[in-house]
């Protein structure tokens, strides 16, 4: 069965740092894996998404994720993060027809 | 060009009812997937429907049951309502079956007391 782990519950950085959050996925064949942000009281809004090719894929708000199979990882990053990055963020791993296992999320914080 | 909606937007009820909660997909989308969040976690599959037949079910009981109509909305029903099914309930979207990726909407928010 496939699963999705984020380490990092909370996460606190300073505006203008730059960022990394962690997933780790659990996937028998080659994983289609997503990030999706949500700001409170919303639904989820795609980051990014990795199909194959390029293990460096680019997103929408100057995010971007690497792909490393042999830590089967994909980590997300943003060189440096803007107030309105404050959110929660979910990495999820597509196993077949379109289902999503999600992680338990990173709750962001950004201070000014 | 509207997004995913759901309705109602927020939703109280007691123990024992039934639910009904309602999602139009993106427009151009025709498979539909509803995601239980229950507070502070990730989102939990529930069912997703395709040409109007249940196609993909999770790990969720009989209580649990939806509907897709011709038009692509769709429906979730969820009967004896339990304290435990307090949760955002997430409808998305998608063109296909082919891991393309889920627009979702903004969800309902259900409370059961």
Redo the contacts between chains.
Sequence with gaps: AQS?TQPDIHITVSEGASLELRCNYSYGATP?L?W?VQSP??????LL?Y?SGDTLVQGIKGFEAEFKRSQSSFNLRKRSVHWSDAAEY?C?V?GG?????????TQLKVEL | DAGVTQSPTHLIKTRGQQVTLRCSPKSGHDTVSWYQQALGQGPQFIFQYYEEEERQRGNFPDRFSGHQFPNYSSELNVNALLLGDSALYLCASSRGQNNSPLHFGNGTRLTVT
Excluded: M, S, W
């Excluded at chain 1, 009281?41 to 795609?46: A, P, S, T, Y």
């Excluded at chain 1, 027809?97 to 999320?105: R, S």
């Design positions: 999705v289609y997503f999706y009281g919303q639904g989820l809004q795609l998404k199909f979910f999820a597509a027809g379109n289902k999503l296992t999600f992680g338990t999320g």
